[in-house]
């Protein structure tokens, strides 16, 4: 999921170029879900983060030499820039260690519910008016993430509640990119979040001294995946620089489908009925609302 401007009156061929590379990404990203799903069966979730953005700092500071400006702390809106920063911190710490205990197809559904959120929250934090249709579909939504965390279902009540939490701040990472678009350079934006959620998903250690770093090979490997996630946020550039937005924010949902399929035949955890239930309620929501959204 992404919020980023769209794109207008671009070639048939870069469209299909765009939709294509939007799918890989889609594909790394589920890829990367599993992966981390089977990394904290064996490391910490802050170790696996710490794989994860070293990658991606990496790539960010990459783009940021690109760009020519190293002043992360010297840009305008600066308390906006931080805040978002902060928020996707927020979302990976709570992802990461919620995947310990979630079955994947159930944490990404949940997590899937950040652009419902971001609607119900756009009339104070943007002040966008949202119709009754939108209202409609956040409704809907939300009665589909009951289904998935219904009361005495087998989900860990731990988990559930810091992956709601984790929608939540993406939901607020969402409406804060909306609010810099046009305002701060995109490297410097990647560059200032891959920077906070390096320092701030490690937060954990410092309450945790038990926790080591694995051997290098292992660490290598942890290093490794997060240049697969790298990878997947370069192919998003990509293909909203030939592709709007309000295109390709249906097919956001392929994710879900993807994860559902991983948990099924990679982890052994099929959802039930409900469950999946719930994941087409969401799904359904989301793409009316992507689609509801598309300029005139």
């Given amino acids: ?44 979730p802050a170790v696996v983060n710490l794989g994860r953005y070293t990658a991606i700092g990496t790539l960010a500071l990459v783009l940021l030499l690109r760009h020519g400006d190293l002043r992360l702390w010297r840009q305008p809106h600066q308390k906006l820039l ?12 709570c ?9 994947l197809a159930e944490a ?14 756009s009339p104070w934090l943007l002040g966008e008016r949202v119709g009754r249709a939108q209202w409609t579909a956040v409704l809907l939504g939300f009665a589909g ?23 939540v701040c993406y939901a607020i990472f969402q ?30 250690v410092l309450f945790m001294p038990s926790i080591s770093l694995p051997p ?25 620089r030939r592709v709007g937005a309000a295109t390709l924010a249906p097919l956001n949902y392929v994710q879900l489908l993807l994860a559902v399929l991983i948990s099924t035949l990679w982890f052994r955890r099929p959802p039930d009925a409900l469950a999946l239930a719930g994941m087409a309620l969401i799904a359904v929501a989301g793409v009316y609302l992507a689609r509801a959204r598309r300029p005139a």
């Fill in 145 to 167: 993430m009951l289904c998935i965390v219904r009361p005495g279902g087998n989900l860990p009540l731990a988990g559930t509640l810091l992956m709601a939490v984790s929608a």
């Fill in 1 to 44: 999921m992404s919020s980023v401007p769209a794109s207008t009156n671009l070639p048939r061929d870069s469209a299909a170029t765009g939709v294509a590379l939007f799918l890989a990404a889609l594909v790394l990203f589920a890829a990367y879900d599993a992966f981390a799903k089977q990394m904290v069966g064996h490391y910490a």
């Fill in 175 to 204: 409406v804060l990119t909306r609010k810099l678009s046009g305002l701060v350079p995109g490297p410097v934006q990647f560059a200032h979040m891959a920077l906070a959620c390096l320092v701030v998903t490690n937060v954990p």
């Fill in 95 to 103: 992802f990461m260690t919620a995947l310990v205990t979630m079955p």
């Fill in 82 to 93: 931080s805040a978002r920063s902060v928020s996707l911190a927020i979302v990976a710490t």
């Fill in 108 to 121: 990404t559904a949940i997590y899937f519910t950040a652009p419902l959120i971001m609607v119900a929250l």
């Fill in 216 to 240: 290098w090979p292992e660490m290598a490997l942890l290093i490794a995946g997060g240049a697969v996630s790298g990878g997947a946020q370069l192919l998003l550039l990509a293909a909203f």
